[in-house]
């Protein structure tokens, strides 16, 4: 397995594409809201990306039609954007994005809620974005790959949710998905050393029902059982300093979304 390590430089370069990707986003955040469709946001997002150095990153990818992937309530990944999908009040709509800048990658994803949601889904949504806090904070040099993981499983899994196993998080930099893959579940002190350089997009995708998954169609994936799914993500990278979130500002603190 060979995991690559970033320069100085190379970090510098992936925090550029990472300040797009969070533009974006965030832009698309507080755009969410009911009767906007999941085509109105792609839209939004290439209105975005339009005049900006660097590519969106999923446009193309293996086939995949669009800049976004909109998974709204049960869908836990790869929602194809449409206009004949509308936001409601209540729903809630997970956003993944990637942008591709001089030939480094970002990649990050958030759950948004439309309006006003259930106490118990905005319960999901919290224990999700807590999972990729925790996760992101075993992101230090001489940890193991298994205590990311176990970070995310372990703290779910106390809230009575459930991890999907059948996507994992990745390593990224001059490609979208490199080695190693992060599982959001794994017990500690197994798998791979952390080093400084190592950059791995991190994201849980947690189910508040059970961890099944069916596939609708090649691309879309929803939970088995019906019930809805979070999904939050960071490009992260190994530092002498730490953790660093290569897909917000540097003087960003705190929670990661």
């Known amino acids: 397995m060979a995991i690559h390590l970033r320069s100085a430089e190379e970090l510098e370069k992936m925090h550029r594409a990472g300040l797009a990707v969070y533009e974006v986003l965030t832009a698309l955040r507080e755009a969410v809201k009911p009767g906007l469709t999941t085509m109105d946001l792609e839209k939004l997002a290439e209105e975005k990306i339009a005049g900006r150095p660097g590519k969106a990153a999923f ?6 039609p669009c800049v976004l992937c909109t998974s709204v309530n049960s869908e836990i990944v790869h929602g194809i954007p449409s206009p004949k999908r509308k936001l409601r009040e209540g729903d809630i709509v997970s956003i993944d994005f990637g942008m591709e800048v001089d030939g480094y990658y970002g990649d990050s994803a958030v759950t948004v809620p ?4 259930q106490p118990e889904v905005q319960k999901l949504l919290d224990v999700t974005r807590e999972s990729l ?16 993981s176990h970070a995310v499983q372990s703290w779910v899994e106390q809230h009575g949710y459930s ?22 579940y794994g017990e500690e002190g197994r798998g791979a050393r952390l080093q400084e350089g190592m950059v791995i997009a991190v994201e849980p995708m947690v189910n508040a029902g059970r961890p099944d998954v069916r596939m609708r169609d090649e691309w879309v994936a929803e939970t088995a059982d019906g019930s809805p799914s979070a999904h939050f993500e ?22 990661s979304w």
Not at 133 to 148: F, P
């Open 59 to 64: 446009k193309g990818y293996r086939g995949y």
């Open 114 to 117: 439309v309006g006003r949601i």
């Open 133 to 148: 806090d925790r996760a992101i904070d075993k992101m230090r040099a001489g940890n193991r790959l298994g205590d990311v």
């Open 163 to 184: 991890v999907v196993r059948e996507f994992v998080g990745h390593g990224i930099g001059t490609k979208m998905h490199d080695e190693p893959n992060l599982p959001n």
């Open 234 to 255: 960071h490009t992260v990278a190994v530092t002498a300093n730490g953790p660093w979130i290569l897909t917000r500002p540097k003087e960003m603190t705190g929670p």
